[in-house]
């Protein structure tokens, strides 16, 4: 049984039977749906694995849209003012993603980020190319994009 799927079925199906299908509607058979499956599927691994997963996204989510949010005033108010706080430059991030999803969604995370983005990954999968627009200090950059692909890593596995 996969419990995210099994997850979003139920939801779909509280949204039908309360006639709410709206974000909170989908939002709420979310939520119930997943408590229930916690609660009567408590013994089996995947669902365990399943009820970390779920707080873990929550909280990335969260952590992905201050990022979002910071990035974007960042760029808009050195495009917007006559400051040109740029300094661009290319990092060699070292990656701890192992699998083509990992390293796809640390990449698309990156590049969805206002003021970076993905370039290249070597050919033995262990580097990530990004170009970044304030390489002011790479040690601060690499610590940045490192916690964001230690969050998604956290979801992920």
């Not at 960042?74 to 070292?94: H, S």
Request: hydrophobic fraction near 55%; avoid cysteine; aromatic fraction near 8%.
């Amino acid at each position: 049984m996969n419990p995210l799927l099994a997850n979003l079925v139920m939801a779909l199906i509280w949204a039908a039977l309360t006639d709410t299908m709206s974000g909170v509607g989908l939002l709420v058979g979310f939520i119930v749906s997943y408590l229930v499956l916690i609660f009567v599927f408590r013994g089996q691994p995947e669902v365990r694995k399943y009820r970390l997963q779920v707080p873990r996204l929550l909280n990335f989510m969260l952590f992905f849209t201050k990022e979002l949010i910071m990035a974007n005033l960042k760029v808009a108010w050195d495009v917007l003012t006559p400051t040109n706080l740029m300094k661009p430059g290319v990092i060699a991030m070292p990656l701890r993603a192992e699998t083509d999803m990992e390293i796809t969604m640390v990449a698309n995370a990156i590049s969805l980020t206002p003021g970076s983005l993905s370039l290249d990954v070597s050919t033995d999968r262990k580097v990530l190319y990004v170009h970044v627009m304030y390489l002011y200090d790479e040690q601060q950059v690499m610590s940045e994009l490192k916690r964001m692909e230690a969050k998604i890593l956290r979801v992920m596995r």
